[in-house]
């Protein structure tokens, strides 16, 4: 992420870019998604004051990409949606703390109606990630 701070700039349309790939699968080896997940982690390590208010949205779309990636019946091999799985958690500790605690709090009713046991582990470890 070599603009680091100067993102800022660019957030609103950034955000749509990112929205838009976590939306969609982009085959088997998820290059994409992966991919997009490493900049959603740059931007927020990189401009955490202005996420707290893009908290809603950037939640959304990370539980409802973790639940695809947990529901895919396609051919997408068990490795790469672990690692899906594990940059959709990354991505929601980095908003939790930018946000002091609010995922955790939001991710409470999540955690007690989900029966899924992968998506559970990953709001699990969110929740306790201190």
């Not at 709090?105 to 899924?116: D, I, N």
Request: with cysteine.
């Amino acid at each position: 992420c070599r603009l680091g701070i100067l993102i800022v700039r660019h957030l609103k349309r950034l955000e749509r870019v990112i929205l838009g790939y976590l939306e969609v699968s982009d085959g088997p080896e998820e290059e994409a998604r992966l991919g997009i997940l490493e900049t959603l982690q740059c931007t927020i390590e990189h401009a955490w004051p202005r996420m707290p208010c893009r908290l809603p949205v950037l939640l959304k779309a990370l539980l409802k990409m973790m639940w695809d990636v947990h529901t895919d019946q396609g051919p997408t091999p068990e490795p790469v949606k672990a690692a899906l799985l594990q940059g959709a958690t990354e991505c929601l500790i980095l908003l939790d703390r930018c946000s002091e605690g609010q995922v955790k709090v939001l991710l409470e009713g999540v955690y007690s109606s989900c029966e899924e046991n992968r998506v559970r582990e990953c709001i699990r470890k969110v929740q306790e990630n201190t």
